[in-house]
């Protein structure tokens, strides 16, 4: 039986400032680096096997992965990075105070964006610095292929085509993944495994550092999905 572990990236210093990240690679503050540590020592304390590991290609991610696999012991394992998984690309307003854009844009639009489906902030120009094409690790991307700004629907589109192509596979086989992410890319795979539809994605909160379980059976259905935390499981299923 297959088990998915989904997690968001710990705190990050833009978390705690209140700034919309998106593709900009922030480290993780010191709150973020307790949260990883302690998300290692729950996998450790319950002893899962896990078998592989995916992250994004944002530091945030990619370190909060590692701090996990170094605490539970399980460093060696395949560590595999796509910027499939990276957060959604929030356009003209990264890098800006989420309360000063919500000031300037009013609440409507602010809240369609952040929390609607369709609805993406303002693209980036061409030669905005903050265009990911100016990345060496985003150099071998299609031109195509690198947003300039993101809805909810183009963060889903990407990381349920990355999760079906890859992560799938390793779970058909009977693998046990953590796959380290963001706040966007992890509420977009949730939806997908638990069905939410649109409207309702909404209300998908996906806290910093918790360890989301998924269990399957050999044909992907969903057979168990719950938390783990310190001292005990606690069941969410739907």
């Not at 809240?111 to 094409?133: E, F, Q």
């Not at 100016?134 to 195509?144: G, V």
């Amino acid at each position: 039986m297959g088990k998915l572990i989904l997690i968001r990236h710990g705190k990050s210093i833009w978390n705690v400032e209140n700034i919309f990240t998106g593709w900009t690679d922030v480290d993780l503050a010191p709150q973020g680096i307790e949260e990883a540590r302690i998300a290692g020592e729950i996998i450790k304390d319950h002893n899962v096997k896990i078998d592989i590991c995916y992250s994004s290609y944002l530091k945030r991610a990619i370190k909060t992965a590692s701090i996990i696999m170094e605490t539970a012991d399980i460093a060696y394992i395949d560590f595999i990075k796509s910027w499939k998984l990276n957060e959604r690309h929030y356009g003209a307003w990264q890098g800006r105070n989420k309360d000063k854009v919500r000031s300037e844009v009013g609440e409507d639009l602010f809240w369609k964006v952040r929390r609607g489906y369709s609805d993406a902030a303002p693209a980036l120009l061409i030669n905005d610095k903050r265009h990911p094409k100016f990345e060496y690790k985003y150099q071998n991307l299609k031109n195509s292929d690198i947003p300039v700004t993101e809805a909810l629907k183009d963060t889903k589109q990407r990381a349920v085509q990355y999760y079906f192509e890859t992560i799938v596979p390793q779970l058909v086989n009977g693998k046990t993944v953590l796959v380290s992410a963001h706040g966007n890319s992890i509420r977009a795979l949730m939806t997908e495994i638990l069905n939410i539809p649109a409207n309702e994605i909404s209300k998908v909160e996906v806290q910093t550092g918790v360890l989301n379980i998924y269990d399957f059976d050999s044909t992907m259905i969903l057979k168990e999905n719950y938390r783990l935390n310190q001292k005990q499981e606690v069941s969410i299923l739907k």
